[in-house]
Each structure stands twice: as structure tokens, then as C-alpha cells.
């Protein structure tokens, strides 16, 4: 009898001893210490890097030794003895000059203006960049570290001599149409950069681009929270609508006569990345509207002559940008194609003329890291072995003598440092919190830079993520999937069910590295958690991926359909209590469910939705779904207002009025369409919320809004 009550004290204790997450934790007040590295900046050719400091002073630590100094202390940053506030920085290639970024105002998704100073660490003094030194974009040190380059609000392109003072204006053309050395919206969210001027090499001259974008349709954005509501316009292209046009010039760093390079033809097309090597040639990546091919076009400045090297198609699909060129000695260069059925890389002259393919097999490269000339290695990353993880490899050029540098099991993102010598490798797994730790080049370890307690999350009695295979409907293909059970699961007890989505063409869910927060508090809460990759998704070689053409949604619904039944069938679940929700894409995903999957699922959250794709953005829709203008079958079967009949449980939408990526006219399209179906559909909106939805209590608000409306209309 006392040693049954000594049982039942101890397991109370225990119960009593375990922490449960609330909203608040999992929206912006972690309790978890998660292991992370400063924003570290290499300094140039040595394995140091800096950082900024909580105390705003710029730290210099050594990569092998740890051994740290101040570069720049806080009391140095002043100017005419004012302290200036420090938001980020840019040290030149010499170190002698610091570039102080001291105001930073948000335009979209990356780019910004700021307001700029120079620190000259040898006279010890701070001046202004130019004596208008705010409202400035894209500001850069040329590669000699003596000049900054950078784009004024007047969309124009100026370069600036530190040691002599002065400024050159290298543009006249900006205006609020005409773009000159940055990107506009479109470019800047579906190509993942603003910046489009590149210096020469020997810092004597600038290639940029002139984005014309006069006859792009304006989307404006309607500020409400003003006595008299603003507007603010973007030239937005939605799918099959005008594209902003481009040319290419070079232009001497202290201004004159731009040298615009003849692109031979005036199609539609992109060019969202320049390279100018040391050899003198100018690489253009050029991308034909159909994104069905992709071109590099080499210019060379002496000759001024314009040819085709490196073309890459897929005629079923799409190709994807990416940004793993290596342009090697003797104009050679190893980039990475799915030509093979896979994502592999190949080494081929600048003409186009292919040598050897490096890698193959039935798995997929995700970047190329570096080609080390000395001992004839390319470095990179893969999911081979597993298409849930990324590894390091090593191969030679040849594609002989293939190793796998990183063995522990999981996710890993590396960094390789300036001497080449050594990698910082970020990795974790489903079962393994992250960890940071430097290796040498030959995957051994030299010390751990930050690690993860696991035992934090154990007190918060974590449930395992774990991951499961079943068949497709058709029997085909098997699919993968990842399962969050409550902790306290019992077969006995029949579960309600939340499927997290995105599915979005091309992408991954199913990824072997450390879950987050929110699958988490589900699962504490008596929710069963789902996630899984359908056909179309990424990973798996690109006949996987072209299922997704012209119709993202048809493998969306079968496989999503085969992947609840499989847990429906293997784990207690209670099939008349399955949810969905997602944002963005995820937001599609989940109205999508609760219209074409409708018998099965009930009760949805969908988030920053896009309900039609005639209403986003030219790149990412036709990318693809193709043009609408030759593929209304398919816009029309993708749209959810085409299965708003189907609609039978409950849907709640959220969104942001100021959303400049998924315009919250999406919303307002999908409620009219509930209106003239007379189906009933919650709406929650965000007053000038962009497409983040986050600042002050925003993200504990929308995620107490999403588990309120799961615990009120699935669990109970």
C-alpha cells in the first residue's frame, strides 16, 4: 500500500512538474533558448568575422580560436560628438572604412531606405554619405573599398569618391516609372532581390539595369487608420498582365554616356541576376516569360559583342532561377540543371558546350557552395540518401569520388568561410534540436559554436514529430508525410485532426530538422497535427514537380485525400473532426480543402489567402500555371469562387488590409462569392497589416483567434 501511494505522489509531481505552451510563448515570447550565431559579416580572405553587438559596438572574433576584439566600439560611432543610433553595417575591403547605417524604413519584403555615415578607421572620424545621406537604397562599397554606390529616392543611380567628397550622378532617367539599379515589387518578391548594378571588377565602371515600368497596372493599397484614408500605389502585374521592361547599361563611375547593350529582341523576358568576373565578361541571366527557358548571355565590354552560351529548357514545366553559377578559370563554369530529370550539376564552357555532367542519380543538388581549384573539389549540398534532409558532399570535377562530408542525421545549412578551410554546419532533426557547430573541410569537428538544450523542451513534455509513407490513391507513388501526436495519446480516444498546409509548387514541407512552435501547442491542446508533400511539391526530380503544371490543384486534392485517409486508418483520429489551415499558399490550401475536399474536412483557418490566381503576381502564377490569356481551364479549376457550391462546414479567413504581396482584394472576391452561394463564412481583418501579419500584439492576436475557432467549432 505505500509503495502504490509513493507511486501515485511521484506521478502526480511529475504531471505537476510538466509546463504547458501558451499563445503568448508561441507567438512572440519563446520560453526555448535555441542555439543561433550573431549576423556575422567575413572580413576579407581571413577565417574572422564581425558582428553587432547588443551594446551596438562592432566585435571582430577569430573562427578557429574564438578570440575576440573590438573592431568598432559604440562610443567611436558619432558624428560631431552626437551619438548616432547603429542598425547595421558594411566594412570595406581593406577595413579602413565602415559604412554606418544608423535609420532603416521598410519598403517591401527586403528592400529599404536608411540614412548612411562613414566611419575612416585610420583618421578616426565620421562623415556623412554626401550631405543628403538619408532615403538611400541599395548602398554598396565598390570591390577597391573607395567608393559607395547607392540609389536616391529619385530612383536614379549616384556613386560617391570617399576620398575626394564627391558625388556623381549616374543616371537621369528615374522617375517613379523608371527604376535605375534597383528592382521593382515584382522582381524583388519572385526573384528574391532588389538589387540589379553590379561593379566591374576593377571598380572603374557599373552595369545596371533600367526597369520601365509604365505600363504595369497599379494596385493600390487603402490606409483607413487616417482621419481621411491614403492610398499607396504599386505597379503590381498580376497573371497575363503587362511586365515591367528592361534594359541593361554600363556607365563609367563618375557618370557620362551609358553604353546600353542590345539584348537582340523585344519580347517579354527577365533578367533578374548580372555577373561581371574578373575576366572581364559580363554574364546576363535572361528568362523568357513562360519561364520554360532559361539563357545566359555573356557580353564582352572590349569587343561589345552579345552572345548565347549556357541555355537550359523544360517544355513540360518550368526552369528555376537560381543562384549557383561558379564561373571557373579558362571560361568554364558548373551550374545546375534538371535537364537530367534531376537537379544535378554540370560543367560546361561559356559557349554553352557541355564537358561533364558532375553529379547524377535519382537524387537532387540544392546549392553549389565552391569549386576548389587546388584540390579539384566542388563542395555542395544534397538530399541524397534522403529527400527529407541536405547534406555536404565533396566530388570531384570529374564526378569521380563522390563523399558525404556531414553524417549526423537531419537538415544541415553550411557556411563555408573565406580561407575555404573550414564550413560552419547548422543543422537539426525532427528528433535533435539545432546545433551549430565550425568542422574542417573533411566533416571533423574543431569546436561547437552554440548547441540547444533538449531538456528545456522535455519540461514541456514535447511530442516527437514523427514521419510516415503511404501509397497514393492510384497505387503510383508513395508519399511522405509528418505526424504530431498529444503527448498524452491514447489509441482508445478518438482524436480531431489539423492538417497544416502550403503545397505550393516546387516546395517542401516534409523536411527531417526541428519542428516549431505551434504544432507543438496543437498537440498539447488534444490535436492530432498533419503535414504532408503531394505530387507537384519539390525534391523528388522534376516529373514530380511538372504534376503541379497548369493545375496546382489536382494532386493538392488527391494526395491530401489518400494522406487523412491513411491516418484516419492507422491512428484514432475522429474522421467527422478534421481541420485545415495554412497562410499564404497555406491559406489557399485550406479554402481549397474546404471546398473541393469538403466531405472531409470541416473547419478551416486560412490566412492571407490567394483564392484566384488571376490575382497575383505574373512570375510566381505563370511560372506555373502558365498565362491565364491560354489557360483559362486552369486558372478557373484553381480558383476556390469555382467550388464555393461544394462549401458545407466552417471557414475562417484572416488578412491584412495593407497585404502588398497577397492583396487583400482576394478576401474581398472570396466573400462576394460566399454572398451569392448564400454560404456562410467568418472573416477577421487586420487594419494596414501587411502580409506578415506581425508587429506588437498582432501574431498573439491572429493565434489566439486560430485556436479559439479550432477549439470551438472542431474540438467541441
Partial sequence: ????????????????????????????????????????????DEDSFTYLSKSKSIYKVNLVSNDTTIFLSRKNIKFKKNEIPIVDYQINSTN????????????????????YFIYDNQKKEMIKLTEANDSLRNVKFSPDGNQLSFVRIDNNLYNYDIKKKKQYQLTKSGSENYLNGIFGWVYEEEFSSYDSYK?????????????????????????????????????????????????????????????????????????????????????????????????????????????????????????????????????????????????????????????NSVTKGQWEVNRILNYNQKDNKVYFT??????????????????????????????????????????????SSIKSPPKIVLKNMRGNPIRILDKTNLNQYKEYNWSFPFFVNFLSNDKTVLLDGILTLPNDYDKNIKYPMIVYGYGMPGTQIVLNKWGNLINQFLAQEGFIVFSMDCRGMGGRGENFKNLSYGDMSKYLVKDIKAGVNYIINNYSVNANKIGAWGSSGGGYFTALMLTRLSS??????????????????????????????????????????SHVDNFKGNLLVMHGTGDDNVHFQNTTQLINSFIDKNKMIDVFIYPNRDH?????????????????????????
Fill in 199 to 355: 561593379w566591374s571588377p576593377n571598380s572603374k565602371k557599373i552595369i545596371f539595369c533600367e526597369e520601365n515600368q509604365s505600363d504595369v497596372p497599379v494596385y493600390t493599397l487603402i490606409d483607413e487608420l487616417k482621419l481621411y484614408p491614403q492610398l499607396k500605389n504599386i505597379r503590381y502585374p498580376k497573371a497575363g498582365q503587362n511586365n515591367p521592361k528592361i534594359k541593361v547599361g554600363i556607365v563609367d563611375a563618375t557618370g557620362g554616356s551609358i553604353n546600353w547593350i542590345n539584348l537582340k529582341d523585344n519580347n517579354d523576358y527577365y533578367i533578374p541576376r548580372i555577373y561581371w568576373e574578373k575576366n572581364g565578361k559580363i554574364f546576363l541571366v535572361k528568362i523568357d516569360r513562360s519561364q520554360k527557358n532559361i539563357t545566359l548571355l555573356v557580353y564582352d565590354i572590349k569587343s561589345g559583342k552579345i552572345f548565347e552560351g549556357i541555355k537550359d529548357e523544360d517544355t513540360i514545366g518550368w526552369v528555376d532561377l537560381n543562384d549557383d553559377y561558379q564561373f571557373l578559370d579558362n571560361d568554364k563554369l558548373l551550374w545546375i540543371s534538371e535537364k537530367s530529370g534531376f537537379r544535378h550539376i554540370h560543367y560546361s564552357d561559356i559557349n554553352g558546350n557541355l564537358i
Fill in 96 to 115: 579602413r572604412y565602415v559604412l554606418i547605417q544608423s535609420e532603416k524604413t521598410k519598403i517591401w519584403r527586403r528592400s529599404f531606405y536608411g540614412t
Fill in 692 to 716: 506578415s501579419l506581425s508587429g506588437g500584439t498582432t501574431r498573439y492576436y491572429l493565434n489566439n483567434k486560430l485556436f479559439n475557432y479550432f477549439n470551438e467549432k472542431l474540438k467541441n
Fill in 1 to 44: 500500500m505505500k509503495l502504490f501511494l509513493i507511486i501515485i505522489i511521484i506521478s502526480n509531481q511529475f504531471l505537476m512538474s510538466q509546463k504547458k505552451l501558451s499563445i503568448e510563448q508561441i507567438s512572440d515570447n519563446s520560453p526555448f533558448k535555441v542555439a543561433s550565431i550573431p549576423n556575422l559579416k567575413w572580413l576579407n
Fill in 382 to 427: 544534397a538530399n541524397r540518401g534522403s529527400v527529407k534532409e541536405s547534406h555536404l558532399f565533396s566530388i570531384n570535377l570529374d564526378g569521380s569520388n563522390l563523399i558525404k562530408i556531414t553524417n549526423e542525421e537531419g537538415f544541415h545549412r553550411i557556411m563555408i568561410s573565406p580561407s575555404k578551410k573550414y564550413f560552419i554546419d547548422s543543422f
Fill in 600 to 641: 472531409m474536412f470541416s473547419v478551416g483557418v486560412s490566412i492571407s489567402p490567394v483564392v484566384d490566381f488571376r490575382l497575383y503576381d505574373s512570375i510566381y502564377s505563370e511560372r506555373s500555371m502558365g498565362n491565364p490569356n491560354f489557360n483559362k481551364a486552369g486558372y478557373d479549376s484553381v480558383s476556390i469562387m
